[in-house]
């Protein structure tokens, strides 16, 4: 059962899972919000896809037997020619986007010439695979080679030094194009060594559009998790309501060299000579905030109670911003993330009063898992405690040009790769 909206991507789903034939029942989007008798009419109602009593169809569904059709199943053919024939560039731009092979900006046309370039970026074979990757939860895993990361990187407009950390970005198997509900692209941060051996940026403007290598790192990133996961489309596989900017390109190096504390992918046990992506998984909220030394607390509390509790927040410090936390007390990255775990305070009413809460935690909770139980437990007005310190992650990235800070939603879900491995 399934509400209208999703119908393509519920039998894009079945298809893909091989059982075409599955038995779907659709009522009207939305059913969040709605009334308890406007949901009873919806189930009295009609099917709002099929047509017919949706209950009638819900049971002919579970009872009306199999037949050789359900039983065979679906097999794929996934072969493809590697080449295209020679033509124009705009005949030939014009025909990746046609087939939604690109993020609809043009590309770099990947000649045979311009992959085994970008090829000598790393010492792996070209047919090694790399990983697995898929872009909903309930498709298919595709798997993908070094030469198809490479075409996309080419693509993309990176250059060769900078296909081992793109690589490492994919092997994490973390799509940059998930489907989630207006979500941002997976958020790739870089540490160590390879920072400043390709020039990326952690200072000024480094979440912008403004240095190379974070641009087209993030997009090759992008690009390849679309074409190499089974595609991101709109209504089919990609079900975000507006969408989201973000997901363009979100790449960017931290700041090690100004911040007051040892490096992110130090505190998550590396070493400072490795050098590391650490993917975030997206999200959908954006904030921005000073440190002003009598209302600081204030203003990071209500920034916390603005996240949405579903998924922790990126605390992103210009260098500026993080050393004054250091004379507020906060000598280690720690401390202050205790510090933020303990101040995320939200009355449970609003805490609970979320879809995502309610339709993916509340079970959790109903079934005793904590903190969660314990949270459906208080009174409404009482404040329950949005994160844990491992929801919450702090990076140091920014020029000196401000004191100022980011909440972005990004969750780190372990992904934490040795680009090393990939060189």
Known sequence: MHTHVFARLARSVARANGMPTTRQAFVPQPVVGRSEAELRAYVDGEDAVNG??????????????????????????????????????????????????????????????????????????????????????????????????????????????????????????????SSSTTSFATIAMVNGPIRNEIAMNSGTGAFGPYNHANATIGRAYSMASQNLQGGSVPGETYMGSQGNSYAYSAAFAENEERSPWTPFHVQHGFEPTDSTVSLFLGGWYTQFGTIRDDTWQERFRGALRACDP??????????????????????????????????????????????????????????GQEPYATHLKAEPDEAVQMFRPQDINVVVVGGETGGTYKMLAGSLRDSIVRIDDWR
């Open 310 to 367: 579903f998924i922790g927040p990126i605390v992103a410090l210009d260098p500026i911003a993080a050393n004054k936390l250091v004379d507020f007390g906060f000598d280690t990255r720690e401390k202050l993330v205790d510090w933020l775990a303990e101040n995320s305070l939200l009355p449970a009413r609003e805490y609970w009063d979320n879809q995502w809460m309610q339709t993916l935690v509340r079970p959790w909770a109903v079934l």
């Open 52 to 177: 017919g009593p949706f209950m009638q169809r819900v049971i002919e569904g579970l009872t009306n037997p199999l037949d050789d059709e359900d039983l065979a199943g679906l097999s794929f053919d996934r072969s493809a020619p590697a080449l295209l024939e020679p033509d124009t560039e705009e005949t030939l731009q014009r025909l990746f986007v046609e087939e939604r092979w690109t993020d609809f900006l043009p590309v770099v046309l990947p000649t045979e010439e311009r992959v085994e370039a970008m090829l000598a970026g790393t010492s792996h074979a070209r047919d090694e695979v790399v990983g697995r990757m898929r872009p909903t939860a309930f498709r298919e895993f595709w798997e993908f080679t070094v030469e198809k990361v490479a075409v996309n990187a080419v693509m993309a407009g990176a250059r060769p030094e900078y296909l081992p950390v793109i690589l490492a970005a994919m092997a994490s198997g973390m799509t940059a194009r």
